[in-house]
């Protein structure tokens, strides 16, 4: 499915709105990703663009930045700019009716002689809803190509796929497009790729067992540790065991579609998924592996399970 990407001068803004806007670590020399998910996926993107090397916590400066001659993948930086954005409260995403989502449990909740939450400024579009975005926002997301005239764009659709925002209350799932990359996905996959499926499908008593044995030896050792009268949860049973490696496989084989699969150009070479960032929680990437696995493997129900 082909795409028109806007042209690479983006790059700069990106750059400057990841920097400005992941959390600084003590000290202000680096940046910490706090094991959020949008600061983790806005770390790897500077390091990707060539502004930092990665930390332990988060990343670090690098001195004489420049960007890569081959820069990272414009979908990718795409979803890290919207997450960072909505995570920092920069973009906040409306009901199809350009109301405010309830909150858990259905209510709205405001501080005293608070002003009311600004009306959207950007209009729904190309099967997207409203929101509203601060100017930084709207600055970037436009030289991105994801906005144009106060509405988001035709581009922009399959990127918030991959980071479905829910209050717009739809689903991609059966798109078309989707329904076609499905087909594709399963005629072009490479050896490889299904390889590893295979394993990562494939639970044996041997591995259910083996399982067991190392829940076994960690009570043992919690035990030994904090005495028999600490509350430490027993040892696995047989299908607790199983289970536990079912949600783990599940886990990683949404990994294989994390790092080596996306919409518009299907299975990723090796070359092209090292321009490629690990966008994990990608709502698409899960959906295309419940649906390529369901097929695939029709009796292994688990390995198809979100």
Same mark, same amino acid.
């Given at each position: 499915?082909? !795409? $028109?990407?806007?042209?690479?001068?983006?790059?700069?803004?990106?750059?400057?709105?990841?920097?400005?806007?992941?959390?600084?670590?003590?000290?202000?020399?680096?940046?910490? @990703?706090?094991?959020? *998910?949008?600061?983790?996926?806005?770390?790897?993107?500077?390091?990707?663009?060539?502004?930092?090397?990665? *930390?332990?916590?988060?990343?670090?400066?690098?001195?004489? +930045?420049?960007?890569?001659?081959?820069?990272?993948?414009?979908?990718?930086?795409?979803?890290?700019?919207?997450?960072?954005?909505?995570?920092?409260?920069? &973009?906040?995403?409306?009901?199809?009716?350009?109301?405010?989502?309830?909150? #858990?449990?259905?209510?709205?909740?405001?501080?005293?002689?608070?002003?009311?939450?600004?009306?959207? $400024?950007?209009?729904?579009?190309?099967?997207?809803?409203? +929101?509203?975005? =601060?100017?930084?926002?709207?600055? !970037?997301?436009? !030289?991105?190509?994801?906005?144009?005239?106060?509405?988001? *764009?035709?581009?922009?659709?399959?990127?918030?796929?991959?980071?479905?925002?829910?209050?717009?209350?739809?689903?991609?799932?059966?798109?078309?497009?989707?329904?076609?990359?499905?087909?594709?996905?399963?005629?072009?996959?490479?050896?490889?790729?299904?390889?590893?499926?295979?394993?990562?499908? #494939?639970? #044996?008593? =041997?591995? !259910? #067992?083996?399982?067991?044995?190392?829940?076994?030896?960690?009570?043992?050792?919690?035990?030994?540790?904090?005495?028999? $009268?600490?509350?430490? @949860?027993?040892?696995? =049973? %047989?299908?607790?065991?199983?289970?536990?490696?079912?949600? &783990?496989?599940? %886990?990683?084989?949404?990994?294989?579609?994390?790092? /080596?699969? /996306?919409?518009?150009?299907?299975?990723?070479?090796?070359?092209? +998924?090292?321009?490629?960032?690990?966008?994990? @929680?990608?709502?698409?990437?899960?959906?295309?592996?419940?649906?390529?696995?369901?097929?695939?493997?029709?009796?292994? *129900?688990?390995?198809?399970?979100?």
């Amino acid at each position: 499915m082909a !795409v $028109n990407i806007p042209a690479a001068d983006w790059a700069a803004d990106v750059v400057d709105f990841l920097s400005r806007n992941i959390p600084r670590g003590d000290g202000e020399e680096g940046w910490d @990703h706090m094991f959020l *998910t949008a600061y983790q996926i806005g770390c790897e993107a500077l390091v990707a663009l060539g502004q930092a090397d990665e *930390t332990r916590w988060g990343a670090l400066p690098r001195k004489n +930045a420049q960007l890569p001659l081959e820069l990272p993948r414009w979908d990718d930086l795409c979803v890290s700019v919207l997450r960072l954005a909505a995570q920092q409260r920069l &973009l906040s995403y409306r009901r199809p009716d350009g109301s405010m989502p309830l909150s #858990t449990g259905g209510f709205l909740i405001y501080r005293i002689s608070a002003p009311p939450p600004p009306p959207p $400024n950007i209009a729904a579009a190309n099967g997207l809803g409203p +929101a509203f975005a =601060t100017p930084e926002v709207l600055s !970037v997301i436009r !030289v991105l190509g994801l906005l144009a005239e106060g509405r988001w *764009t035709e581009i922009a659709e399959t990127v918030f796929w991959r980071d479905w925002p829910e209050e717009w209350e739809m689903s991609f799932i059966s798109d078309p497009r989707f329904s076609d990359a499905l087909e594709q996905a399963l005629v072009r996959i490479p050896a490889d790729i299904r390889t590893e499926m295979d394993k990562l499908v #494939t639970i #044996t008593d =041997t591995d !259910v #067992t083996a399982a067991m044995q190392r829940r076994a030896a960690a009570v043992a050792e919690a035990r030994a540790k904090y005495g028999p $009268n600490a509350n430490i @949860h027993p040892p696995d =049973t %047989h299908s607790q065991a199983r289970r536990g490696l079912e949600l &783990l496989r599940r %886990h990683d084989l949404d990994w294989l579609f994390f790092r /080596r699969w /996306r919409l518009s150009d299907g299975w990723l070479a090796p070359k092209e +998924a090292g321009k490629a960032l690990e966008i994990f @929680h990608d709502d698409l990437a899960i959906a295309m592996r419940c649906a390529v696995i369901k097929r695939l493997y029709p009796n292994l *129900t688990f390995a198809a399970a979100r």
